[in-house]
């Protein structure tokens, strides 16, 4: 089946809406004639969007949650059900960066990456899977990894050891929903893109003190990478084309991601330690 034909008339939920590939999945689920829930915490972002979304014949409603405070994420669900039904789809895909070496990271950028990128997908999964898996009706569910939740790239652990969790906590998310005897109409797919548009970049943190000088070169590298990085429009048609195909890795680049994909596998099957790649760099971004 297309992803119109899948997805069109449902409704969707997608955290982080505001920019990079979450605006880029809104304007792809809006065309394919989904009702949209934009959720972001930045209130102006999803308010032109909806605007933008509704004057090319749409229909999108703004939602602004903190997808940290799971109390804010539950409410949001109430108000999806409650106004709109049920649930065709759930992205949550909400997600911040953070430079500078592990040992400068201040705890509260740590903790924020934490919070943003690993709890707020875990709060969407409570809020919203439960009434998705309450009836027969199709659904899906799409986390948020990253091609850094295949790779290691030094200065930027934080992002990256929260994009392994999210993978690792989608690949247990599907075998469970198995378990419980819903995958004949919950399908749990894992979102990793490669380089896509964002300002994840401009607003990740960095560090206060130790080495900033390396903290700021790694953001410069990224932003050299965002220079040629894919449009998020048509990165999200390859993400909805490929769930229609009943792909569980979704992929932007498929030979980008993949050839990290594959030599994350070397890596664990030779056993051995990684090593410094001067001259590769895998790029993390999605939001």
């Known amino acids: 089946m297309t992803a119109d034909a899948i997805f069109g008339g449902g409704v969707a939920v ?13 304007r792809h689920a809006s065309q394919l004639g989904m009702t949209v829930v934009l959720a972001d915490i930045d209130a102006a972002a999803i308010a032109a969007l909806r605007d933008e979304i509704r004057v090319a014949g749409g229909n999108a409603v703004d939602a602004v949650c903190d997808v940290r405070d799971a109390a804010a994420v539950q409410r949001l669900a109430d108000r999806v059900f409650d106004e709109f039904g049920a649930v065709r789809l759930l992205v949550n895909n909400a997600g911040v960066e953070q430079f500078g070496y592990l040992w400068d990271t201040p705890l509260a950028n740590w903790q924020r990456i934490v919070d943003v990128n690993i709890n707020g997908v875990f709060h969407g999964i409570r809020a919203f899977l439960p009434r998705m898996m309450s009836t027969d009706a199709p659904a899906w569910v799409w986390n948020l990894s990253s091609i850094g939740g295949v790779a290691v790239v030094p200065l930027q652990a934080p992002y990256i050891m929260s994009k392994h969790a999210v993978l690792a906590l989608t690949e247990c998310l599907n075998l469970e929903v198995q378990s419980a005897g819903h995958a004949h109409h919950i399908h749990v797919q894992a ?53 229609a195909e009943g792909r569980f890795y979704l992929i932007t680049q498929p030979d980008y991601v993949g050839a990290a994909m594959s030599e994350r596998a070397r890596v664990l099957t030779s056993q051995q330690a990684p090593q410094l790649r001067e001259h590769r760099r895998f790029d993390p971004t999605h939001n």
Do not use: W
Not at 14 to 26: N, P, V
Not at 202 to 209: H, P, Y
Not at 220 to 235: F, H, Q, R, S, V
């Open 14 to 26: 997608i955290t982080g809406a505001g920019a990079g590939i979450g605006a880029g999945l809104a």
């Open 191 to 243: 979102v990793l893109p490669g380089a896509v548009v964002s300002n994840i970049f401009e607003s990740a943190g960095g560090v206060d003190t130790g080495n900033t000088d390396a903290a700021e070169g790694q953001r410069a590298a990224m932003l050299d990478i965002k220079a040629a990085a894919m449009d998020p429009l048509a990165a999200a048609q390859v993400v909805f084309d490929q769930a």
